[in-house]
């Protein structure tokens, strides 16, 4: 079934299901990347925050064979779940004060993009761009984030080099760093709610027993932004013993690799490889750039190659 006549037989029963208090409508949200996803939302006749519940999902499993009416139940089981979290006094949000103390940031491609950053602060970076949101923590919302647009900015009366400064010193202190060998952090994400999911294989044939490790944050979500805390380059740097390669396995890490161990490869072969994995074991959402960098312990950069 097509998703816009699946979303709008949907959005027609949830409708009926929740009354005459709410307003249901299908709305296209866009995510990083140029990925776009179709959102059901609804409206409380006195809430101005509308949570989505994105149908993906929902017309799979539809597909693959589950009732429509328990489609729709867990539909609106969903709506519920979002209504009760927007509960919550999102009054503080209109308060610098109230918000400058979790501003973090994360990073994303500049490439496909563009439509995206043209709506929010973000600084580049090589050929990414770093962007900003508030991290909330709440016992009814749990945890979450809020991406910072032009818009709050205006609001707030301040500026992206305050918004960086801030960043800068919050993303750290509120996620510290995580840095394993593949295996020492795919067993510590085994079993936790959220992080970054399965990571690619990156040990194709061609480069045998060559030392690789991740460099993530401590709940492994936007932890690709670990590369910008102040001084952790150079660390790596010394526990790698000099130069070493920084490959973009999604937004959530990077993968690391000594330029010691790599004298076999070729730096085009090692491109091809990133974009082979984003093309097919990345979502498109959460590939982060297909460029291959390097950090260089003499100029104390990270550069593109």
Not at 196 to 223: F, H, K, V
Request: with cysteine; aromatic share 10%.
């Amino acid at each position: 079934m097509e998703m816009n006549i699946f979303a709008e037989k949907v959005s027609t029963v949830v409708g009926k299901v929740l009354g005459s208090d709410y307003r249901v409508e299908i709305k296209e949200v866009r995510k990083n990347n140029g990925v776009v996803r179709t959102g059901l939302a609804a409206r409380a006749k006195d809430s101005d925050i509308v949570p989505a519940v994105y149908l993906e999902d929902f017309l799979a499993a539809y597909e693959q064979g589950m009732p429509f009416g328990e489609v729709v139940s867990s539909i609106v089981c969903a709506c519920y779940r979002g209504m009760m979290k927007e509960k919550t006094d999102m009054e503080f949000f209109r308060h610098f004060e109230s918000v400058r103390d979790r501003i973090c940031c994360r990073l994303v491609g500049r490439e496909g993009n563009g439509s995206l950053l043209e709506e929010i602060p973000h600084v580049e970076f090589l050929d990414l761009a770093v962007c900003f949101y508030y991290a909330w923590s709440d016992e009814v919302l749990g945890r979450g984030n809020i991406l910072i647009y032009n818009s709050h900015m205006e609001m707030w009366g301040t500026s992206t080099e305050e918004l960086y400064r801030l960043a800068e010193v919050n993303t750290p202190r509120l996620f510290p760093w995580v840095f394993g060998t593949v295996p020492e952090i795919l067993c510590a994400v085994e079993g936790e709610d959220g992080g970054c999911g399965e990571l690619g294989d990156l040990s194709p044939e061609g480069i045998p027993d060559i030392p690789m490790w991740i460099l993530t944050n401590s709940t492994r979500r936007y932890g690709a932004a670990c590369v910008l805390y102040p001084g952790i380059l150079e660390e790596m740097a010394e526990r790698m013993g000099g130069d070493f390669y920084v490959f973009p396995s999604s937004l959530h890490e990077v993968i690391l690799m000594p330029c010691d161990g790599m004298v076999t490869v070729t730096e085009e072969y090692m491109k091809t490889m990133i974009s082979d994995i984003n093309n097919t074991q990345v979502e498109p959402e959460e590939v982060l750039s297909n460029s291959l960098y390097l950090y260089d312990c003499r100029s104390r950069k990270m550069e593109m190659r």
